[in-house]
Nanobody
Framework: QLQLVESGGGLVQPGGSLRLSCVVSGFELDYYAIGWFRQAPGKEREGVSCIRRSGGSTNYADSVKGRFTTSRDNAKNTVYLQMNSLKPEDTAIYYC????????????????????WGQGIQVTVSS
């Protein structure tokens, strides 16, 4: 059974850090690109980052560039989202998603590209 499970969320003060993990099972992570998405209350879900399957190149939303870093450990079937300098506007439910499609340019943030999704995890940035 194909499954993605996020962990590492929680409550953090502004300026703090969190590291989210996305553990995948039921498929070989090597063959999939992994995207991170988030949905804030009252807003549409948006793409945060993507790490490709080949070479591990990455893309980031402008709002998180320089603060968030995504990485992958294929041996552990895990993808990470390191979030630094967190702001209240980063508060959202964060999802990881997997696609076996090749991703070019700006299409990485299109939800329809992704075949499998995690259940999401809450991140709250508040003092």
């Amino acid at each position: 059974q194909l499954q993605l499970v996020e962990s590492g969320g929680g409550l953090v003060q502004p300026g703090g850090s969190l590291r989210l993990s996305c553990v995948v099972s039921g498929f070989e992570l090597d063959y999939y690109a992994i995207g991170w998405f988030r949905q804030a209350p009252g807003k549409e879900r948006e793409g945060v980052s993507c790490i490709r399957r080949s070479g591990g190149s990455t893309n980031y939303a402008d709002s998180v560039k320089g603060r968030f870093t995504t990485s992958r450990d294929n041996a552990k079937n895990t993808v990470y989202l390191q979030m630094n300098s967190l702001k209240p506007e980063d508060t959202a439910i964060y999802y990881c998603a997997a696609t076996s499609s090749s991703i070019y340019g700006g299409v990485w943030s299109r939800e329809g590209l992704y075949d499998f999704w995690g259940q999401g995890i809450q991140v709250t940035v508040s003092s």
